[in-house]
């Protein structure tokens, strides 16, 4: 689809937050999407997090290592330079099929990009 540059991450908080007040979102059983238009220049940006109502720090590693693996498989077919995304997990990501999850963010993604 896109020739895009390789995927960055965001790093710092105030990123994080900026995508989060500014930000449109799509919201699925097992993660939240927000994503955040900066400049038609530059590579697209993601963040992960997962909070405590996840469950420990075992279970939260789990949900990041999962939502790791989406973004690889999909997120570099469907960003638009120039634009941040956050993913923030849920607790149903622990028991969602990734195949389901993969065709959640796929989904989600394409109607953010319509919307903006």
Partial sequence: MHN???L?????RSEFLAV???GDRWVTPAFVIQVCRRALEGSARYGI???RKIGG???????KRRLRALIRQILPLHACPG???VL???EEILRRTFACMAQELEEGLLRLQRRS
């Fill in 4 to 6: 895009n540059p390789p």
């Fill in 57 to 63: 720090a075992v279970e939260r590693n789990r949900a």
């Fill in 88 to 90: 923030i997990a849920r």
């Fill in 8 to 12: 960055e991450r965001l790093k710092k």
């Fill in 20 to 22: 989060a007040k500014t």
């Fill in 83 to 85: 634009t941040d995304y």
């Fill in 49 to 51: 997090t997962a909070s």
